[in-house]
T-cell receptor, first 115, second 110 residues
Framework: EAGVAQSPRYKIIEKRQSVAFWCNPI?????LYWYQQILGQGPKLLIQ????????DSQLPKDRFSAERLKGVDSTLKIQPAKLEDSAVYLC?????????????FGPGTRLLVL | QKEVEQDPGPLSVPEGAIVSLNCTYS??????FMWYRQYSRKGPELLMY????GNKEDGRFTAQVDKSSKYISLFIRDSQPSDSATYLC??????????FGAGTRLFVKA
């Protein structure tokens, strides 16, 4: 079974530029998550999708971050414009369903450095 | 106060030692307690989970939950250099959101 795929693996941009990350979840997984992991911290949920609907985006900085999951499969996360404090690893995860205990399967992450 | 507190370490132990990793939490509504392992430059992977209180054992790993103290632990017996990683505790109320601890970096020296 193929795992969660993410690209690119690394990205370096200057502040105020825009950047986009892509995620392909495990086939058949209804729920997709985007997390931000700042160095030395645990993952923080940015947005959670159930199929192509948003379940939780309460911690997404909506003035600069946006995410979509068209057709309920792949997802993209965009930052525009980027700030220095956005430097982090952006993790995508998927699970079979939503709610209760769900094993979340994580991708390798995209490491973003904003200069 | 953070919902989930975890000592970031690092924790360095010799090979073969018993490792104890811990988290405390403040939300009494948490019911699901998970431990993830994260190797350098990789995504977290689920090691074990426990529902409510009690112990769970899987090979060299034992997870304990004490809801009365709001305290969870992960024990690793006969630690190996391959166990060197960051260990993240995570908790869920049974709803949508999982809250992660900051992670403890573990080094097992050969």
């Amino acid at each position: 079974e193929a795992g969660v795929a993410q690209s690119p693996r690394y990205k370096i941009i200057e502040k105020r530029q825009s950047v986009a990350f892509w995620c392909n979840p495990i086939s058949g997984h209804a729920t997709l998550y985007w997390y931000q992991q700042i160095l030395g911290q645990g993952p923080k949920l940015l947005i959670q999708f159930q199929n192509n609907g948003v379940v939780d985006d309460s911690q997404l900085p909506k003035d600069r971050f946006s995410a979509e999951r068209l057709k309920g499969v792949d997802s993209t996360l965009k930052i525009q414009p980027a700030k220095l404090e956005d430097s982090a690893v952006y993790l995508c995860a998927s699970s079979l369903e939503t709610g209760g205990f769900q094993t979340q399967y994580f991708g390798p992450g995209t490491r973003l450095l904003v200069l | 106060q953070k919902e989930v507190e975890q000592d970031p370490g690092p924790l360095s132990v010799p090979e073969g030692a018993i490792v104890s990793l811990n988290c405390t939490y403040s939300n009494s509504a948490f019911q699901y307690f998970m431990w993830y392992r994260q190797y350098s430059r990789k995504g977290p992977e689920l090691l074990m989970y426990t529902y409510s209180s009690g112990n769970k054992e899987d090979g060299r790993f034992t997870a304990q939950v004490d809801k009365s103290s709001k305290y969870i632990s992960l024990f690793i017996r006969d630690s190996q250099p391959s166990d060197s990683a960051t260990y993240l505790c995570a908790m869920n109320t049974g709803g949508f959101k999982t809250i992660f601890g900051a992670g403890t970096r573990l080094f097992v020296k050969a």
